[in-house]
């Protein structure tokens, strides 16, 4: 293991939960091991554990993103990781707003519905 999967792992962690990363790791098979550590490595060891933004703002722009590019089945994921990196569902929602303005209304529609179930479901889970 690289040091720079072990830094990603640990951050993945402190961003997405144990709970989350174990789930992912148990159901990683020879298969998709390569992408499983890509991500580590790339995502979680580099670009989540550099200091030059904080967590709420990188929360907030890869909620941004994820809705700009339609990527709407990871928007569940990061809006959870929320209550980790700071970011309030006021953040979120401005993060949206600019999806709205900048990339198109439907795409911001369906991450704020995405993002208002999530968080339903968080405050009732407690």
């Not at 072990?6 to 148990?26: I, K, Q, S």
């Not at 995502?43 to 030059?52: F, I, R, V």
Request: hydrophobic residues 45%; proline residues 2%.
């Amino acid at each position: 293991m690289t040091d720079r999967h072990a830094t990603g792992m640990a951050t993945r962690r402190a961003v997405l939960g144990d709970a989350h990363v174990d789930r992912a790791e148990a159901g990683t098979t020879e298969f998709d091991a390569p992408f499983q550590r890509l991500i580590t490595e790339t995502a979680w060891g580099t670009l989540w554990s550099d200091d030059t933004i904080s967590r709420r703002e990188r929360s907030m722009l890869t909620l941004a993103l994820l809705a700009a590019m339609g990527n709407f089945e990871e928007i569940p994921m990061h809006i959870r990781a929320t209550a980790r990196t700071g970011a309030t569902e006021r953040d979120v929602m401005q993060a949206f707003l600019h999806v709205a303005v900048y990339a198109g209304v439907p795409k911001a529609n369906r991450a704020i519905k995405l993002a208002k179930d999530t968080f339903a479901e968080m405050a009732a889970e407690g």
